[in-house]
């Protein structure tokens, strides 16, 4: 480490193998840190673990909560999700079947987390629709400029 230090190198970016496998290294291409965070950063992971954070819930109270998921999504995800150690599944032997999902300490850190990037998205929502809307219109007026333009190169060169 001293030697980086004389020659000027960042330090603080030198983070040793043991501990890239310890913490992970999301930056890497081949970094499991890397499949976990596009679980927990897809649509429905993230409104799935916010809506626990209000407490426990079955099946389909989650799927009325979270409007939009189809049956075999929210499957798929609460499946995910618990393998990744974010969500507690519970089944009780009873007929009809129980099965009630909760947050683990890990989904309640990471809900938090998620819960701060929803509340930005609906509090700057205006911002980002009227950015988007903005946007297609030039890309729309700039799209047939484009062609125009290619045309007129494609004749020039004959």
Known sequence: MARQEEEGADVSTHVGVAERLRRGYVFAHDCPSRDV???ITSRWAVLVLVAL??????????????????E??????????????????????????????????????????LEGLADWVEIHIGDIVAHRTGHDQ???IAAPLTAAAETVQAADAL
């Open 37 to 39: 965070l596009s679980h």
């Open 53 to 70: 954070m209000a407490g426990t819930h079955r099946f389909s109270a989650l799927r009325r909560k979270v409007s939009g998921v189809s």
């Open 72 to 113: 075999k999504m929210l499957a798929q995800t609460l499946q995910t999700l618990e393998a990744d150690g974010f969500v507690d599944r519970v089944a009780y032997p009873v007929v009809p079947p129980k099965v009630e999902y909760r947050l683990t300490p890990m989904g309640d850190a990471v809900a938090a987390r």
């Open 138 to 140: 030039a890309t729309r």
